[in-house]
């Protein structure tokens, strides 16, 4: 995948973050995931549909950070990173394609240790959203390099050594993922 940083542009994006930007509710909730990551899909099944009610409410502006700590989970087809440029395509050409895209992308997850899906798969994936003519973004890994700029700038949690995900930060605070509130009550942690 070729290493230069190409910045996507679109409404929908934060080029100081990173994040692919939803919704614009006073509080912020940024979300940093790695598409082939168990916990990421644990966190979407709980969370998921919460986030997005607040999003759609307008009572938060979610942050949404495609990163990649698990490339090395798919047998060299570096399905983190080829997943997380997909986000960003389809981010630069449809906004309000982002969230529907991150949810299906996680009904469809790959099982870590295996090939991951196939670019053509995801393309799939991101016209069955409503986002087509993506295929030279996706099949050239225009963000890629991006994506490996900006996992290198994910938050650490508390009590963390390293990167993992999901990492999420309320308001810009990073919060330990054993803070999070039991499903249903997101929103105790804007209080």
């Known amino acids: 995948l070729p290493t230069q940083v190409n910045t996507p542009t679109s409404p929908g994006f934060d080029s100081e973050t990173g994040a692919i930007v939803v919704g614009n509710g006073p509080d912020r909730l940024d979300t940093y995931i790695d598409f082939m990551c168990p916990i990421c899909n644990q966190f979407e099944q709980v969370y998921g549909s919460e986030i997005e009610s607040m999003v759609n409410d307008g009572s938060i502006t979610l942050g949404i950070h495609p990163i990649s700590i698990l490339d090395r989970q798919s047998n060299g087809t570096q ?26 992308m996680f009904e469809n997850q790959p099982t870590e240790g295996s090939s991951g899906l196939t670019n053509n798969e995801m393309l799939k994936i991101a016209a069955d959203v409503g986002v087509t003519g993506i295929d030279a973004c996706v099949n050239d890994g225009t963000y890629a390099g991006f994506v490996t700029e900006k996992t290198a700038e994910t938050p650490i949690q508390p009590g963390s050594q390293g990167v993992g995900t999901p990492t999420v930060t309320v308001n810009g605070q ?5 803070q999070l509130p039991p499903a249903g009550s997101l929103s105790t942690l804007f209080e």
């Open 79 to 104: 399905f983190s990173t080829r997943s997380a440029n997909a986000a960003y395509c389809v981010a630069a050409a449809d906004p309000d394609a982002s969230l529907p895209f991150l949810q299906a």
């Open 174 to 178: 990073v919060i330990a993922n054993s």
